[in-house]
């Protein structure tokens, strides 16, 4: 098992450009996130997808889109980035709902400038 | 508003002497805490889960402890490899999927 894995790992952009990160588990997993880690500030969700079919806000949603693409992959776009956006992003993974573990990918390291 | 505060933001050990980290926490209803230890570079691993208050769990020389307003992550003769970030969350009772992190306590252990 690969457990979660991210592409890509390192990336600069210049403001205004877009891109997708991708991310993908191969846990069986039903619940994904997206994460941002930024110093002194911690990880914040950006978005998350209970299941399959659905998506929702996490609490930094702001410039950021998704997509459940299929049971194993979940992506997270910046249509127009700006230097806030600089940053590392985690993808996660757990089972299901309740109190399951989240497992992390290995983070995208993107820098905007 | 849940929040979770972690302490002390750093910590430098020398190989044997024992610690304690904490995570102080305020959520509405606690369903679970988490534990994760991260090296630079990386994303973060999972360590523990504690559901209630009393609950104790233990991986080599890492035990987690929590009360209803606190959890502690004991460190027992660290050695320089269990030099790391280590992050605690939350998951509240009315935050569905979400967990809430803290800031992190950077371990460093010297031989």
Redesign the interface.
């Known amino acids: 098992n690969a457990g979660v894995t991210q592409t890509p790992k390192f990336q600069v952009l210049k403001t205004g450009q877009s891109m997708t990160l991708q991310c993908a588990q191969d846990m069986n997993h039903n619940s994904m996130y997206w994460y941002r880690q930024d110093p002194g500030m911690g990880l914040r969700l950006i978005y998350y997808s209970a299941s399959e079919g659905t998506t929702d806000k996490g609490e930094v949603p702001n410039g950021y889109n998704v997509s459940r693409l299929n049971k194993r992959e979940f992506s997270l776009r910046l249509e127009s980035a700006a230097p806030s956006q600089t940053s590392v992003y985690f993808c996660a993974s757990k089972l299901q709902g309740g109190t399951d573990t989240q497992y992390f990918g290995p983070g995208t390291r993107l820098t905007v400038l | 508003e849940d929040q979770?505060t972690q302490s002390p933001e750093a910590l430098r050990l020398q190989e044997g002497e024992s610690s304690s980290l904490n995570c102080s926490y305020t959520v509405s209803g606690l369903?679970?805490l988490?534990w994760?230890r991260q090296d630079p570079?990386?994303?973060?691993?999972?360590l523990f889960?504690l559901?209630s208050a009393g609950e104790e769990k233990e991986k080599e020389r890492l035990k987690a402890t929590l009360t209803k307003k606190e959890s502690f992550l004991h460190i027992t003769a660290p050695k320089p490899e269990d030099s790391a970030t280590y992050?605690c969350?939350v998951?509240a009772g009315n935050a569905?999927?979400?967990?809430t992190?803290?800031?992190?306590t950077r371990l460093m252990v010297k031989p």
């Not at chain 2, 992190?101 to 992190?104: I, K, S, V």
């Open positions: 979770v369903r679970g988490f994760y570079g990386k994303g973060p691993e999972f889960t559901y992050l969350a998951q569905g999927n979400m967990l992190f803290g800031g992190g």
